[in-house]
Nanobody, 126 residues
Framework: QIHLVESGGDSVQAGGSLRLSCAAS????????MGWFRQAPGKEREPIAY???????TSKDSVADRFTISRDSGKMILYLEMDSLKVEDTATYYC????????????????????WGQGTQVTVSS
């Protein structure tokens, strides 16, 4: 059972930057893939980026020029560096993870991941 704890959410002005963190515990192997999702008020949760168990990253085109996903695989901490924040980036940001006995590819699909964090709030004001 993997436990995920996000942190780093805050209120910032448009154009600012934030770095979100997601610390994973309870993992057994390093065959872990992880992803970032977000849910804005009144909207469905949407994927942002994910990293596979070999640390290859994939990001949505809509944020790839401003958001960077990375991971400290030694400590199993996932990061999301967010630059040039916009008001429309306001959302609760969630970390997700899956652990498998082989290569874990990651996915933009929510149902791919068994483990989820509680979310961290990012508010961007104009």
């Amino acid at each position: 059972q993997i436990h995920l704890v996000e942190s780093g959410g805050d209120s910032v002005q448009a154009g600012g930057s934030l770095r979100l963190s997601c610390a994973a515990s309870g993992w057994r192997t390093r065959r872990i893939c992880m992803g970032w999702f977000r849910q804005a008020p009144g909207k469905e949760r949407e994927p942002i980026a994910y990293i596979d168990s070999d640390d290859t990253t994939t990001s949505k085109d809509s944020v790839a020029d401003r958001f960077t996903i990375s991971r400290d695989s030694g400590k199993m901490i996932l990061y999301l560096e967010m630059d040039s924040l916009k008001v429309e980036d306001t959302a609760t940001y969630y970390c997700a993870a899956e652990e498998v006995p082989r290569f874990c590819s990651g996915s933009y699909l929510e149902q791919y991941y068994r483990f989820w964090g509680q979310g961290t709030q990012v508010t961007v004001s104009s």
